[in-house]
């Protein structure tokens, strides 16, 4: 089945430091990636949707500098979390859409900024 | 503006006994609904999805969900629960518009005791 590669699953981080994640399609060339931010025990907010060689759209309230995406691929979307702060600390999760097929979703990268 | 509802927060159930997550929606033009689990510390893993046909969708491990128009509910059901499906489900109406994300309801822990 459709596969969309995460990494890394899990990443610790200091306080002003940048971590970049990423998703790779391995079996489909994603033109839209979607990045999702989930709190503990709350539902999937959407951040925002990536698209292949053109500047991502934010959801309303997503700083756009702190939270860089990229797709310069058809296979391969990031996420970079600049300057990272403790309140940043989440589970950060892609999907990849395949119009009425579908979505598939990576494993999840936890992000413990200490 | 689409919208999912999930009404209770935790389902528990007894193993061996039928369970009904619940789930209604608000969506323009054509509903495509979808069913996810999450297990903790893990990405979404699809169970089933209603696009258009039959009202009873059958998906993966024996689950399977009821789409009603007149209610717009989209329930989930299982005819016998297993301890292993202790999980986050999370129920989902695609947007229709732009890049046809998902929008997800607040997700329904359940608990199946042994």
């Known amino acids: 089945g459709a596969v969309v590669s995460q990494h890394p699953s899990r990443v610790i981080c200091k306080s002003g430091t940048s971590v970049k994640i990423e998703c790779r399609s391995l079996d489909f060339q994603a033109t839209t990636m979607f990045w999702y931010r989930q709190f503990p025990k709350q539902s999937l907010m959407l951040m925002a949707t990536?698209?292949?060689?053109?500047?991502?759209?934010?959801e309303q309230g997503v700083e756009k500098d702190k939270f860089l995406i990229n797709h310069a691929s058809l296979t391969l979307s990031t996420l970079t979390v600049t300057s990272a702060h403790p309140e940043d600390s989440s589970f950060y999760i892609c999907?990849?859409?395949?119009?009425?097929?579908?979505?598939?979703f990576g494993s999840g990268t936890r992000l413990t900024v200490v | 503006a689409q919208s999912v509802a999930q009404p209770e927060d935790q389902v528990n159930v007894a193993e061996g006994n039928p369970l009904t997550v619940k789930c209604t929606y608000s969506?323009?033009?054509?509903?495509?609904l979808f069913w996810y689990v999450q297990y903790p510390n893990r990405g979404l893993q699809f169970l089933l999805k209603y696009i258009t046909g039959d009202n009873l969708v059958k998906g993966s491990y024996g689950f399977e969900a009821e789409f009603n128009k007149s209610q717009t509910s989209f329930h989930l059901k299982k005819p016998s629960a297993l301890v292993s499906d202790s999980a986050l489900y999370f129920c989902?109406?695609?947007?229709?518009?732009?890049?046809?994300?998902?929008?997800f309801g607040t997700g329904t822990r359940l608990l199946v005791s042994p």
């Open positions: 969506v323009s033009g054509n509903p495509y």
């Open positions: 990536s698209n292949e060689g053109s500047k991502a759209t934010y």
């Open positions: 999907s990849e859409t395949r119009g009425a097929i579908g979505y598939t």
């Open positions: 989902a109406v695609r947007d229709n518009t732009g890049f046809q994300k998902l929008v």
